[in-house]
Structures are given as structure tokens and as C-alpha cells.
């Protein structure tokens, strides 16, 4: 593939993943408002227990470690989650450089 290819490949593949993560910070502002049910910006372990899939992620999405979410720590996780799905670049765009 010729560098100018590569290089447009690359660029894409960078707004693709901007899109994608404006897309996410919406998902996780509406997360935080369905479970944050009194409204001090944080998600707790109580109020996350109502679902289940959450309690099995809190502890690695509270890097901080103080036993609530905040809203730059879910987004952090989901750039995180978004940047391993989307990560692998075929193995074409690494051929003829």
C-alpha cells in the first residue's frame, strides 16, 4: 500500500474512533442520570447493584479505588473498551510501506 493510502487509512481510522467515543460520552451521560438516583454526579455500588452487569465491572471502571463512578471514569473505560475493539488494523495496511 502506498504511504498516501496508509496515511488516509490512518486518518479514518481516527475519526472513526472520535465518532465513536462522542457517541459513548452520550451513552455514559445517560448511564450516570438512569443509576445516579441522588444526583450527586457519582455512581455508587448500592446504586449500581440494580444492574447486574455493572457490579461485575465496578471495581476495574473505580480507578480511584473510593467506591463511586464518576463520569470521566466510566468514559474512561469505554475509550479504553473502544480503543481494544477497534485496535487491530488488518494486516494489509502494513504491506509495500
Do not use: W
Not at 465513536?20 to 444526583?39: C, G, P
Not at 463512578?69 to 474512561?76: A, C, D, G, P, Q
Amino acid at each position: 500500500m502506498k504511504k498516501a493510502e496508509l496515511i488516509g487509512t490512518a486518518l479514518l481510522a481516527a475519526v472513526c474512533l472520535q465518532v465513536i467515543s462522542a457517541a459513548h460520552a452520550n451513552e455514559q451521560d445517560t448511564l450516570l442520570a438512569k443509576l445516579d438516583l441522588d444526583r450527586d454526579g457519582y455512581i455508587t455500588l448500592k446504586e449500581a447493584s440494580s444492574v447486574p452487569e455493572m457490579l461485575k465491572v465496578f471495581g476495574s471502571i473505580d480507578t480511584n479505588e473510593d467506591g463511586r463512578l464518576s463520569l470521566e471514569e466510566l468514559n474512561s473505560a469505554t475509550l479504553e473498551k473502544t480503543s481494544t475493539d477497534t485496535a487491530s488494523v488488518p494486516a494489509e495496511t502494513t504491506k509495500n510501506q
